[in-house]
């Protein structure tokens, strides 16, 4: 799915530059306390096609309108080099894709010195600069919602605010869905959905049902169906994103985090990111998942500071 992701959403210097059969997993020593809590950034490298020389892509997943992120990306930068000079290795390219799927349009654009508040650039050539790749996925049209079936599928669930009423959403995603081979992904998709809006898991399934009898047809589900609703029935929930790839255990914790973490910003903007390294420091499974449910009816953020500093 990231692989397709970054092939999609490239520009057409970066698609024919890069060899994205080596796109992998990075994994960093240097980034700081506060960057590695935002566990939705996810740092990936990959060869160019010119010469051997790796390039880092990060993806940030911003739900909400944050000017900070060009003062990230320097700090990312840094980390990037700081790891290549520890490991003896040349340094490298650091290039960011910005999923932002906030309320507000996207206005930062794409230029590091506006991101951080430089308007005025009298001497452009001698000052530290670079751009990202935005993606505004709120404002994509439908012709630019492009990619593999489980790419796709993820961007029409971060294009609309899915609720009980704004089914849209989930209604592609299930379509796309039948074409998706792993079904990992469709299990991350449920638990995304039960976890970033007010529909539980069992409203996913319906739809998935209800697709299945189109046409009056006698309901036959698909063997990833099949198995997604099993799986769920037994209570397994595992990880979006970082999750999915590492272990059963901590794939669970993981995935509960992440849902959190996406119902905090939904519900409560920067000020419920803010209690997510509380959050983070319980261990207890259980413990975790009633502070999931807690959050989806809480009325505000101290609501949610308050148990999850009794529980």
Known sequence: MTYDFFRAFSPPELADGIEWNTLELARSDSVDEKLHERRSDLRFSVMSSEREVEIVLICEHKSYHDDEIGFEMIEYTKAT????????????????????????????????????????????????NGRCVPIDVPRLDEKDIRGSADVQAFLHLLR????????????????????VKHKMVVQ???????????LTKEDVIEVMERKAMKNGKKLVMTPWEKEAVENYSKGLDEGFTRGIEQGIEQGKMEGLFEGIEDTLEIKFGEAGLKCMKSVRRLRDLNKVEKVRIFIKKAKDIKEV???????
């Open 81 to 128: 080099w700081k790891d290549q000079k520890a490991a003896g290795k040349e340094r490298t390219e650091v290039i960011f894709f910005v999923l932002y799927h906030g309320e507000k349009r996207w206005t930062l654009g794409d230029d590091l010195l506006d991101m951080v508040g430089v308007r005025k650039k009298k001497f452009p050539g001698y000052s530290l």
């Open 305 to 311: 500071k308050t148990f999850v500093s009794k529980i």
């Open 188 to 198: 991350a998709g449920i638990s995304y959905i039960s976890a970033a809006s007010d």
């Open 160 to 179: 609309g605010r899915i609720s009980r009423s704004n089914m849209k959403g989930v209604e592609k995603a299930v379509e796309l869905w039948k074409e």
